[in-house]
């Protein structure tokens, strides 16, 4: 965490076991996301009236990157049910982040140039060179643009590769004048 974590216990006595209870529950959430920016977790006991009991608020303020997360989670007798409800919708809120942080920062695959070295149009399928050397394999239904019959050995492409069971693979072929960008 960027900056410490901060606790705030008020209208109750502070006690070293409910900022433990607490700095482990901080532990846990920075096991589901470990770029946690800043936590405040404040615990209290509004004044309410003697006939509704003693009742705790936990709220939780959490800084991720671009953005905060926050829980409130209020009226509950017991200070560990009511930190354990919150902690969890936190856990809750927590992953959904990371999940739309992962959509917005997916990988883009890497084109490759080659050359056509070899093509058998009866079998449907063939295999490129690449400016590695590497030889791939690839299958008519992966060509793109022009129709595999098209194709000509010595014919350059470009394609994307991805590992078979066999060794690398061509996919996404497409044949013309390719320049890898700079």
Avoid: W
């Avoid at 919708?89 to 883009?108: N, S, V």
């Amino acid at each position: 965490m960027q900056s410490p974590l901060q606790i705030t216990i008020r209208d109750i006595s502070a006690s070293d076991a409910l900022e433990a209870h607490i700095r482990d529950k901080v532990e846990k959430l920075e096991s589901y996301f470990d770029r946690l920016v800043s936590c405040h977790v404040v615990v209290e006991m509004p004044h309410k009236h003697h006939q509704q009991g003693k009742e705790f608020n936990v709220r939780i303020n959490i800084g991720v990157p671009g953005s905060d997360i926050v829980v409130n989670r209020d009226h509950h007798e017991d200070p560990y049910v009511a930190l354990r409800d919150a902690f969890d919708a936190a856990k809750r809120q927590l992953e959904d982040y990371a999940r739309r942080m992962q959509l917005k920062t997916k990988t883009h695959v890497i084109d490759h140039i080659g050359q056509v070295t070899r093509i058998f149009y009866e079998e449907g399928y063939g295999f490129i060179t690449g400016q590695d050397s590497v030889e791939r394999y690839f299958h008519r239904d992966n060509v793109i643009d022009p129709s595999f019959d098209r194709l000509q050995e010595g014919d350059e492409v470009k394609f994307i590769e991805e590992m078979g069971a066999e060794g690398p693979q061509a996919k996404r072929v497409s044949a013309g004048k390719h320049h890898l960008p700079e």
